[in-house]
């Protein structure tokens, strides 16, 4: 009878390091028809596909079990996964005949059969993957390669635990040199076809078994979906046993080989995932030149670049000589196989010669070789001319006792490589990430003073050296050098370089990407740029951090340090952190520029405690220029920018923000249009410095205040932009009286949050304010720009002026004085007049002469006087006209003549329009404040009160009373 079955395999939530504990406990699951509960035992913790990266093997598509049945029990019968890819529980399902029977064996193959207790494994020869895995694990899990290790279960009572069979080969090409292709494990033992295993042994395991053919020691993986250039994994199953291995890539079987490395000697342990990394030098589309002896290397290394040694390389005599450089700058030598206890010598065969005719740069290449006794081979390096790098075919190799004469840039240890000794002749050392260098020597006829160690993260090197040894930041190394000699510098990790000079010299380029790490530095002018530099950050949340507070001449520069007429300087993105605890004593400073630096900031952001762009008042004749088009410029305690230098600053995007205002000048041209957004707080500390911004005071932009005055003539030039003054701030400050040099401050356009703007409005303006707190003034403030288009919007805050001012004999409190151009006053909140004296005077709230025009269209607007008199709320003369649309309108003060609300100069040509708006006590169509008398309501409009049409003027007995003019209903 043919039944369809389910298969619930659970696996554990538990995974041990070590498999070689047989009694791990199983999950205890209750068999009903049909059910199956299944467990691993515990897997290596170098995890591979099949395993999260926390150690637990989950299940992945296409996983077939197979299980004996009652119907055949020498055969296997495949179930399927149906549920659970990624998850450590799966269902398989499938057709069976009979019932479940004793033994579970994973992947189902064909030729997988068992008599008894024997059972016949059967390891395929090749694979199909139509994709390739980019990583060990894969972004979803389940959805990448399996790793296919051999396995096997005993079913007993409705529960099986799966168990090793053998291991896996996990191979990691870097750069897959094709899209598609043939990856060939080529071993010198059998690890295809079938294996015989005894079930009843203490630990059933498979081993391999010598082969005097090339048969069943070669598994192929045909693939297609890689991604060229980037990396690729590939996983074998093999039994047990200590291989020579070779891994080659090719388009298709037979063709021509893109990689063919000869790996070393490795040994597979039962339930063992073995990691092969190929290294970026063995892939290449071009495969070494193949030579059978040194001698022969030699001489096929003068007219190629890598050659590769198909003979053994024993014994202590082994000498070869590198020719010079041919079209190229490196030469490469790998070695196929190395006898234990053997010895080789390098030498440069031009090291007496001329320098330019040396190889820059030599790798040498080994096998590994896994043997217990296995001896290492030492190395000899005389090539002082050159960089030489000690690498293993596949990533992972040993060298013995090394003695090496390089160039000073250097011995390089590669990744993967360990070195047991270097005795230091000449030159440096660098040990890569993922390098192990167990002990160092300085020889004694080394003339240097001292060995740098250069080391990556990731590197291993001795915990201690002698003071002839200094350890430096491989990565710093490699960063100063690119400064030095233009290029891009991409931060591999989080560094500091505090106390490390990176120099951009003039005429070199350089660009520096954070790449989301920190880069810790210092305020000592080390960061320095008299070439052209880039600062980006395509990673995001990347930041060079000060971690210096501020020491005069000594933490006393800008952390990125401009220099030069020809130096400049562009920020794209990333953040610039130089904020310290109590900035206002502690700092610090963000980029500084000097004798003409200049300066582009397109994005990212600037945080300093003091300014986060600042100039030298010393340089009067050396003009810089600074665009800002984006980005955001903060300084914690100061002024975010503070141009004390001659040439011109234009910002037209962006956010500046400071604790004390945006902007501090004392020299040069100061553009601002557009998106720009300045910011005063009002809240900070500029401090008693005799020189900067000591002493200069609140404002989104000041100009030649505090102790230092000006260093030059000033120009301000705002045509666009948001001003937005906090706290004690004000917009715009200058100084007054005593300037140095001429001030010149121009306002076409923006928007600003006071009035402080007002004083040097042009021709033609068109300037928005919108207030952010009330504001009291001392005396009136006058728009006199033909042309100019004036719009406060109150915002739901108080303008008020409780000043008596003397004005040649006129006692004055007012508020708007237009003279030209155009006012006008929207949205809630006070205008007010309101002095607290016994003086007789004015009290005009609005105050129109000319040819101005004034727009009321809300606000309340409110006079007041302790004596009684004739007091203008809203004044009109000459030519000018008002017109009311909305609001509320008060005068605190009478005569016999009534409250004087509106008022026009007698015979003049001025106009009062009323279309909206409530008075109090003063009904706009009718009163006695004109002579004859006026109605300033517009045609089409009435006057209401207590909800009738009011067409008398008020009468002072009848109480309060409040006049509405509203559009007549048609």
């Given at each position: 009878m043919k039944i369809r079955s389910l298969i619930s395999l659970a696996m554990a939530t538990f995974l041990i390091t070590a498999c070689s504990n047989e009694n791990d406990e199983e999950l205890i699951s209750t068999s009903t028809t049909g059910i199956l509960s299944a467990t691993v035992e515990g897997n290596h913790s170098s995890t591979r596909a099949g395993f999260a990266s926390d150690g637990k093997f989950y299940w992945s598509k296409k996983d077939q079990l197979g299980v004996t049945t009652s119907g055949n029990?020498?055969?296997?019968?495949?179930?399927?996964?149906?549920?659970?890819?990624?998850?450590?529980?799966?269902?398989?399902?499938?057709?069976?005949?009979?019932?479940?029977?004793?033994?579970?064996?994973?992947?189902?193959?064909d030729n997988h059969s068992i008599n008894g207790a024997t059972l016949t494994y059967n390891f395929p020869t090749s694979y199909t993957y139509n994709k390739v895995d980019a990583d060990y694990f894969t972004t979803v899990q389940g959805e990448g390669n399996s790793f296919n290790p051999a396995m096997w279960g005993k079913i007993v009572n409705g529960a099986v635990q799966m168990k090793h069979l053998g291991g896996v080969f996990c191979i990691k090409v870097p750069k897959m040199p094709i899209k598609a292709g043939t990856l060939s494990l080529i071993v010198d033992k059998k690890i295809t076809g079938t294996f015989a295993v005894n079930l009843n042994d203490n630990i059933p395991v498979i081993a391999s078994t010598e082969t005097s053919t090339s048969e069943n020691n070669t598994v192929t993986i045909e693939f297609s979906g890689a991604t060229?250039?980037?990396?690729?994994?590939?996983?074998?199953?093999?039994?047990?046993?200590?291989?020579?291995?070779?891994?080659?890539?090719?388009?298709s079987q037979g063709s021509t080989e893109k990689v063919n490395v000869a790996a070393g000697t490795y040994t597979i342990v039962r339930c063992d995932l073995k990691k092969i990394e190929l290294t970026n030098g063995n892939i290449d589309a071009t495969v070494p030149t193949e030579s059978s002896s040194l001698d022969d290397a030699a001489t096929k290394l003068a007219s190629n670049d890598a050659v590769r040694v198909n003979g053994e390389i024993s014994g202590t005599s082994n000498t070869i000589s590198v020719p010079a450089a041919t079209s190229g700058t490196g030469k490469s030598l790998s070695l196929e196989k190395v006898a234990s206890g053997a010895s080789l010598t390098v030498l440069d065969a031009n090291s007496s010669g001329s320098t330019d005719n040396s190889v820059d740069n030599f790798t040498l290449s080994i096998p590994n070789n896994e043997i217990a006794e296995f001896e290492p081979l030492d190395v000899t390096i005389t090539m002082p001319n050159t960089t030489v790098a000690l690498t293993g075919n596949a990533g992972a190799a040993i060298y013995g006792t090394v003695t090496s004469e390089t160039a000073d840039n250097t011995l390089v240890i590669g990744n993967g490589v360990e070195v047991k000794k270097v005795v230091v002749k000449?030159?440096?050392?660098?040990?890569?990430?993922?390098?192990?260098?167990?002990?160092?020597?300085?020889?004694?006829?080394?003339?240097?003073?001292?060995?740098?160690?250069?080391?990556?993260?990731?590197?291993e090197i001795p915990s201690s050296l002698g003071e002839e040894f200094v350890v430096m930041d491989a990565a710093v190394a490699d960063m100063q050098k690119v400064f030095a000699e233009g290029g891009t510098y991409t931060l591999p990790q989080d560094m500091n370089i505090v106390g490390v000079e990176m120099m951009v010299p003039k005429g070199k380029e350089v660009t520096l990407d954070l790449n989301g790490k920190t880069l810790e530095a210092a305020n000592d002018g080390l960061?320095?740029?008299?070439?052209?530099?880039?600062l980006q950050d395509n990673a995001g949340n990347g930041v060079i951090k000060a971690t210096k507070d501020y020491v005069y001449q000594v933490y006393s520069t800008g952390i990125i340090y401009v220099d030069g007429e020809d130096a400049k300087m562009t920020m794209k993105s990333g953040n610039i952190y130089a904020v310290r605890d109590n900035p206002p004593n502690n700092g610090q400073f963000g980029i500084g520029l000097w004798r003409g630096a200049d300066l582009t900031i397109e994005g990212g952001k600037i945080e300093a405690g003091w300014y986060a762009v600042s100039g030298n008042g010393q340089n009067t004749t050396q003009n810089s220029v600074i665009n800002i088009t984006g980005g955001e410029l903060i300084s914690a305690a100061d002024y975010a920018v503070y141009l004390p230098q001659a040439g011109t600053t234009t910002i037209s995007g962006g956010t500046i923000k400071g604790a004390c205002g945006a902007i501090g000048m004392r020299s040069g041209t100061l553009n601002i249009n557009d998106q720009a957004k300045l910011i005063g707080e009002g809240t900070g500390d500029s401090g008693q410095w005799g020189d900067g911004t000591g002493t200069m005071g609140y404002a989104v932009i000041n100009i030649g205040t505090g102790n230092q005055n000006t260093y030059g003539d000033c120009t301000v030039n705002i045509t666009g932009g948001t001003f937005i003054a906090e706290g004690k701030s004000v917009g715009i400050a200058k100084r007054e009286d005593g300037a140095k040099h001429n001030i010149t401050v121009s306002v076409t356009g923006g928007t600003f949050s006071d009035l402080s703007a007002i004083g040097f409005i042009a021709e033609n303006a068109d300037v928005n304010i919108e207030l952010n707190k009330d504001i009291e003034i001392q005396k009136a403030v006058t728009l006199m720009k033909a042309g100019a288009m004036t719009t406060v919007n109150l915002n739901g805050y108080t303008i008020a002026n409780k000043t008596d001012f003397n004005n040649a004999g006129d006692w004055e409190t007012e508020g708007f004085v237009v003279t030209a151009g155009t006012l006008n006053i929207e949205g809630e909140g006070n205008v007010e007049c309101i002095a607290n004296t016994e003086n007789d005077g004015f009290r005009e709230v609005i105050s129109a002469y000319g040819t101005s025009v004034v727009n009321l269209r809300g606000g309340n607007y409110k006079n007041y006087q302790q004596k009684n008199g004739q007091y203008d709320l809203i004044y009109a003369r000459d030519n000018a006209v008002v017109n009311i649309y909305g609001g509320t309108y008060e005068s605190g003060g009478y005569n016999d003549r009534g409250y004087w609300v509106l008022n026009l100069k007698d015979n003049s040509a001025a106009e009062i329009n009323v279309y909206g708006g409530s008075f109090k006590n003063f009904n706009p169509c009718n009163h006695l404040c004109e002579n004859p008398n006026a109605n300033f309501v517009a045609e089409g409009y009435q006057v209401t009160c207590d909800g009738k049409v009011a067409t008398d003027a008020h009468d002072l007995l009848s109480g309060d009373k409040t006049y509405v003019v509203s559009k007549i209903a048609q």
């Open positions: 029990a020498s055969k296997f019968t495949a179930l399927n996964l149906t549920n659970g890819s990624g998850t450590a529980s799966g269902t398989f399902g499938g057709t069976i005949s009979g019932t479940i029977g004793d033994y579970a064996v994973y992947p189902c193959y060229q250039d980037q990396p690729g994994v590939f996983y074998v199953p093999v039994p047990t046993g200590t291989y020579d291995v070779r891994i080659k890539v090719t388009e000449k030159g440096n050392i660098r040990v890569n990430k993922g390098a192990k260098l167990v002990a160092i020597e300085k020889s004694s006829d080394n003339q240097a003073t001292t060995v740098t160690v250069y080391k990556e993260d990731g590197a960061i320095r740029v008299e070439g052209s530099f880039i």
